[in-house]
Structures are given as structure tokens and as C-alpha cells.
């Protein structure tokens, strides 16, 4: 049995795992997964304070309270910059790093350092700086009608300052062994890219493809959960 800590991305809410948890749940793994403070369920709280090292936070406070240890990290598109926080501060209590279709920063860099030219980026809400408007859902390819429908009725403003505040590890996140960049390539090139064919020649690094849009816990959630299973270290 193996831990699994799901962290979602920008605008919406853990509900996006809610196929991937059942399948991992079923196959007798224990699985958490929180929506960050201000987003999904908890958009009551969201607040000009809520910026990248809240949700790291997050994150840090469930492992914590939870107690949980060699756990499989796993973070989704800007939760691969949360996730990326959460290693290097705790970097014993992870035996595996996933980053699925996410963003992978190195040390310094905000979310809006890595987007490549030419790609999609995201608008402020008029009239509130301080709010990032959700990316249409033209910008991911041709997903399906459940992920379609997630973007309608699931999604909202995302604080601008997650993804304008820059990370600066402290050495701990290279303590870590089993590292995993999972890439979701149709259509491609995308957003992420870049970090796929860096990681992919990367010494310690295990690469994979998904034939699926950026939404893949929703389009292909058992194909996610396959490559999940294969990132777990050998002795979790």
C-alpha cells in the first residue's frame, strides 16, 4: 500500500482527482486530496493573501496534521509548483515526486518565468488585478465533455500572485530519488513541452507520455492511474 497526496492546478478543485482517487483507493492505496485555500470547495476563502506559499502551505499543514510519511506526491499542472515547495521543505517525508502535465520550475523562477512565447497565458479579471481569469477551455486541446464540463461549472479565478511569486528551494528537493514527469501530448507542442524534453534527458528522472489533452485526470483517469502506480518507488 502506498500514500498518495493529489494536488490539483490552477482555478478549480480536488473534485478533478475524483476518478483518479476511487481507482487508487480501490486498488487499497490511501489517498489525500485537498482543494487549496481559496479554490473548488474552499472559494470562501479566497482573499488578495492567497498566493504561492499559502497553498504550499497547504499541503505541508495536511502531511502534518495527517501524519502521513513516504508519501507519492503528486501535483497537476500549477500544482507542480506547489508540490515542488512541498519537497524541498520536507524531502524525508517523500518517497515519490509526480508531476503530471505540470509546471517544473527551477530555483528562483515564478510560473510566469516558465511559460514559453507564443503560448496561451492566462488575463487578469478586469477591475481586480489581484485575480486571474480561467483559461478558455479552447486552450487545451479538444478535452472531453466531462472536463468541458468541470471548466463550466467547476472553475473560477485563481489568485495572480500563485503564479507571480517566485520559488527558491533550499537543497532538500534534491534529496529525492524517484522523480516522475508524465507529459499529456495531444495536441502538441504546449505549455509543457519544455519540460518533458528537459527532464527527459535528465539523469534521475523517469519520463511518460499520455495520448490525452492537459485535462487527463479527467480524460484518461485509469491511464493516469496506471502511470501513478509505476511511479511508486519499488520499497514505498
Known sequence: MAIFVLVHGAWGGAVIWRHVARALRDARHEVFAQSLTG?????HLLSRNVDLN???????????????????????SYGGMVVTGVADAVPDKVASLVYLDAFVPESGQALFDTI?????????????????????????????NEALEYRKRKTGPHPTACFSQPLTFTGGIDRIRHKTYIYCNDPQPTTFTPFYERLKARPGWNVGTLPCTHMAPLDLPQDVVAMLLQAMPANP
Open 39 to 43: 479554490l473548488g470547495e474552499r472559494t
Open 54 to 76: 499559502c497553498h504550499i502551505k497547504d499541503v505541508l499543514a495536511l502531511i502534518d496534521y495527517e501524519d502521513l510519511d513516504d508519501i507519492v506526491l503528486v501535483g497537476h
Open 116 to 144: 514559453p512565447p507564443g503560448m496561451p497565458r492566462a488575463a487578469v479579471v478586469p477591475g481586480s488585478e489581484w485575480l486571474t481569469a480561467p483559461l478558455p477551455v479552447e486552450a487545451f486541446g479538444k478535452p472531453s
